[in-house]
């Protein structure tokens, strides 16, 4: 069965085909919302939230473009909205303007295998993470991490630049 007719059927309220489209994307979207989550629970409460979502704002599905890509924004929002109301940004203050954010890997830095940087960027204190995921993994800028989030771009850039910090210190020691 193509997409487009799967998307149909879920729109008509086939709930065998509601269920066909959560097993379809269920794993890739659990990883992303595992990502932006502490744990496992909340990763789970994410992709719950958000697949309700999905099925809700379904309807507003044009089928044009990527419908993966589209769960996924829904996905990474729900995430979004629900770490901002945790208000995870509470304490976090921009740093100088001076400061300067490089992206590049200094020499000789071990890389861990997937799995293990999994781990550690889950433990990541929720803002830290949050800028995280959103500006190396989403590819977003701090100016659009920080209307996303409610934050500055500055408070964007410092959470980011600390979340760095913070792992390197975890990968080195």
């Not at 992709?47 to 999905?54: L, S």
Request: proline share 2%; glycine share 6%; charged share 30%.
């Amino acid at each position: 069965m193509d997409e487009q007719q799967l998307l149909k059927d879920c729109l008509k309220g086939d709930v065998h085909a509601q269920k066909r489209l959560y097993e379809k994307y269920a794993r890739k979207m659990f990883g992303l919302c595992l990502r932006y989550a502490g744990d496992q629970p909340m990763a789970e409460d994410f992709m719950q939230e958000g697949f309700i979502r999905v099925f809700a704002n379904l309807k507003n599905y044009r089928m044009e473009g990527s419908f993966e890509g589209w769960i996924r924004r829904i996905m990474i929002n729900t995430s979004l909205e629900i770490l901002r109301k945790k208000d995870i940004f509470r304490y976090a203050s921009p740093l100088d303007n001076d400061f300067q954010v490089s992206d590049q890997a200094e020499e000789g830095e071990d890389v861990p295998d997937t799995d293990a940087l999994v781990r550690l960027i889950q433990a990541m204190p929720a803002g830290f993470r949050a800028v995280f995921n959103l500006y190396v993994v989403e590819n977003c800028s701090h100016k659009e991490i920080g209307q996303m989030l409610g934050i500055s771009e500055g408070t964007s850039k410092s959470q980011y630049a600390r979340a760095r910090a913070w792992l390197q210190k975890r990968l080195k020691g």
